[in-house]
């Protein structure tokens, strides 16, 4: 596959979405299953990042998808990053968005990444995994402790790439799903979508040769939140999208972001710079000057502890609350569709 040799990415993580403030009562409705999209056994004491220390390497996630079809388009979801030290993530993260597009006839696989928990409630049956490796976070924090020759960007630029390449097992697995002895997913027919630091995943995913290749790159509020920290966000992922394989469509909304705003960097600067480089197919965005989070969802921002910042209470009510949700999906599937998933 081709990739990006070397991308200096900030050592700012972009924060998940938030499962444990999302207030609403929605819950992922269609069939849901957990599936293993990596599995394998090294020797004792191995250093691959996708494995435990005796060897022992799995990688899981959530396939959802509507209870009959075949033959159908599917989107390979990616989260925002966790904690250090306990990154967990949960299988209704994206529930409205899930829901959605699972109604409509697509299949979401939310490949789960390296060190993730998995929180889903337990009456889901497969719930309470426990991926195998390192999250981005403590593989920079264990490196950090025994090796002082580089800075945080560069291991941080190491990591993310290792973990687009996870992608193609993901992609893998999922044409290789079947159903009454038909396949599930039509292989010429896949998008890669990934919020928040998954947006930044798939922003850089965007310059990769897999196989087969997704037909289209959704970046929802990539590097949203860390995109004034740091002009390395602005320099390695500019250069990905540039080089961008197939059709890209950016979104973010502007009060996601700490202050001082910049007028919608993130979504205008990959832009510009996808639309000006020398990638393949349509690039597109979407973006809105602020939303407002629920009552409740900012009441649960508010009380959390420590409480959650205004901009990252957005970030994630952007993506988790219905009535928010509602504003940008439409956009997004109309995107989707016009390039053939």
């Known amino acids: ?88 993530q949960e299988l209704g993260e994206f529930c409205e968005a899930e829901n959605w597009f699972v109604d409509r006839g697509y299949v979401v696989f939310m490949p789960f990444r390296r060190g993730v928990r998995d929180i889903t409630p337990s009456s889901r049956p497969g ?24 800075e945080n960007d560069f291991w941080s630029s190491v990591y993310m790439q290792e973990e687009t390449n996870d992608i193609q097992n993901a992609i893998t697995t999922l044409v290789g799903r079947a159903r009454n002895g038909a396949p599930l997913v039509n292989k010429n027919r896949i998008a890669i979508m990934g919020h928040s630091y998954g947006g930044a ?56 972001a700490p202050p001082p705003l910049v007028d919608f960097a993130s979504a205008n600067d990959q832009f510009n710079a996808a639309s000006s480089g020398w990638g393949t197919g349509e690039v597109a965005r979407a973006r809105w000057p602020s939303i407002t989070p629920s009552a409740d969802y900012q009441h649960a921002c508010d009380t959390a502890s420590p409480p959650t910042p205004e901009f990252h209470c957005v970030h994630g009510s952007f993506v988790q609350e219905k009535q928010n949700v509602d504003i940008w999906i439409g956009d997004v599937h109309d995107f989707l569709t016009r390039h053939g998933v």
């Open 1 to 88: 596959m081709k990739a990006l040799h070397h991308l200096a990415l900030a050592t700012t993580l972009v924060a998940a979405a938030g499962a444990h403030h999302r207030a609403d009562a929605c819950v992922v409705g269609n069939v849901a299953e957990v599936i293993t999209y990596f599995q394998d056994s090294q020797p004792f004491g191995t250093t691959d990042d996708r494995c435990d220390f005796t060897g022992q390497c799995r990688l899981q996630g959530w396939l959802i998808k509507p209870a009959t079809g075949n033959n159908l388009p599917a989107i390979v979801l990616l989260h925002g990053s966790g904690d250090l030290g306990d990154d967990k």
């Open 127 to 150: 719930a309470g995994f426990q991926n195998t490796g390192l999250a981005l976070a403590d593989f920079v924090n264990d490196v950090k402790e025994n090796d002082t020759t580089y």
């Open 201 to 256: 995943i798939a922003a850089l995913a965007s310059n990769v040769s897999y196989v087969p290749l997704p037909r289209a790159v959704v970046s929802l509020s990539g590097a949203a939140m860390s995109w004034h920290e740091s002009t390395v966000w602005h320099d390695d992922l500019d250069f990905a999208v540039e080089f961008h394989q197939e059709p890209i469509f950016f979104q973010r909304v502007l009060n996601e």
